[in-house]
Structure formats: C-alpha cells, structure tokens
C-alpha cells in the first residue's frame, strides 16, 4: 500500500524555538493537509494544499505557522516560535484528487518544554 | 462545517464480542473514512467509504449516504482491536479538509 512518511516521529523542542515537521507526500498526489491532535482530543484540521498555494486554513493556523514544498516533494509545516500549547500530534494527510482517499502519515508527536 | 457524531464514545467488550460503531454527519458527503487510532498515536486506514458496504477480515463498513450515516462492525474482537475509532469526512463541496468526529475509544479485555 501506499505510504506517507513523516520526519521526525518524535520531536523535543524548547519553547520558543523553531521546528519543522516534514513530509513525503505519495508521488502522484496532489493535494496535502496538516492536521494536529493534542493528546486526548479530536483531530483538528490545520491547513490544506494544493497548487502549491493554501487552499484553507484553520483559526489556529496563525502566522505562527507556514507550509511549504521547497522542492516539489517534501511538505513542511514549519512553526516560528514554539509554544507549549504546541504540543500535540502532527499528522499529514494527501490525496490524488478531491474525491480520493486520503492517506496518513503515522505522525510527529512534537513536545515543547 | 460538518457535524460529525460518533456513538458510543466508549466501549468495553470482552474478548470475542461483536460490536457497531456509528457515525452520523450532517451534510452531504464525497468522502468518508474509519480511522484507527493505536498506542502509538498512529492513525491507521480501516476503510475508504463514502458509499456502499466493504469488508476486511473481521471487520466490516457500511455507509448510507442517503442518510447520512455509516456503522463499522468489528467481529469477534481482539485485544488488539484497541484504541479510539476515528470517522471523518470530506464535504460534497469543499475539498479541502476532513471533518473529524470525537472518536469511539474501544477497550477489549481479554
């Protein structure tokens, strides 16, 4: 099966500090999503992509927050200046088309101290 | 957006019991996914389906679009079945973001 891998799986980070959460998003797909899940709590969406622009965003993606595909391949969500309500699961999720399944990466559990 | 309920919220089985989770969601759909959730915080494909029945093993899926709900069956159930159920939904008209429900959390005890 096809498969989204995301870079690192587990991330320490100290308030304040910049992180960037990676992902390999399956080849031929198009379309790319952040989603965060703080431990116990519901999947939240961040942001989506597609044609290398954001398509939404949610409230809680700030000027914190920003994505990217430097080079055509990799997915980034970068934040700025981590806080400790960051803390949370990081998942991507992509898909071929707007009616496809979407696959997800197994997460980056990010922790600020 | 969505609503999208899941019930119940939590259930304990013993070992070897059969179970229905249900999803409802409040609007048109073009893509609905069960998700499930392991120790580790993994989200894990169970089933892409927006419409129709599919089956995988022991567990099984059916969604009713019509009526704006979907069941996953889990029979005879194992230790290892776990852990929280996610459904989550893509609307008829926007693309750009699944609409998570709050999760069923499963416990089977052996």
């Known amino acids: 099966e096809p498969e989204v891998t995301q870079t690192p799986s587990h991330q320490v980070t100290q308030m304040g500090q910049e992180v960037i959460l990676r992902c390999v998003p399956i080849?031929?797909?198009?379309?790319f999503y952040w989603y965060r899940q703080i431990l116990g709590q519901k999947v939240e969406f961040l942001v989506s992509?597609?044609?290398?622009?954001?398509?939404?965003k949610s409230e809680i993606f700030d000027d914190q927050f920003s994505v990217e595909r430097p080079d055509g391949s990799n997915f980034t969500l970068k934040i700025r200046s981590t806080k400790l309500e960051d803390s949370a699961m990081y998942f991507c999720?992509?898909?071929?088309?707007?009616?496809?399944?979407?696959?997800f990466g197994q997460g980056t559990r990010l922790t600020v101290v | 957006g969505i609503q999208v309920e899941q019930s119940p919220p939590d259930l304990i089985l013993q070992e070897g019991a059969n179970s229905t989770l249900r999803c409802n969601f409040s609007?048109?759909?073009?893509?609905l996914q069960w998700f499930h959730q392991n120790p580790w915080g993994q989200l894990i494909n169970l089933f892409y389906?927006?419409?129709g029945t599919k089956q995988n093993g022991r567990l099984s899926a059916t969604t009713v679009a019509t009526e704006r709900y979907s069941l996953l069956y889990i029979s005879s159930s194992q230790t290892t079945d776990s852990g929280v159920y996610f459904c989550?939904?893509?609307?008829?008209?926007?693309?750009?973001?699944?609409?998570f429900g709050s999760g069923t959390k499963l416990n089977v005890k052996p």
């Open positions: 999720a992509t898909k071929w088309s707007g009616d496809t399944e979407a696959f």
């Open positions: 080849s031929n797909h198009l379309y």
């Open positions: 992509f597609y044609n290398n622009e954001i398509s939404e």
């Open positions: 609007d048109s759909v073009n893509n």
């Open positions: 389906i927006p419409s």
């Open positions: 989550a939904v893509i609307g008829l008209y926007n693309f750009n973001k699944f609409y």
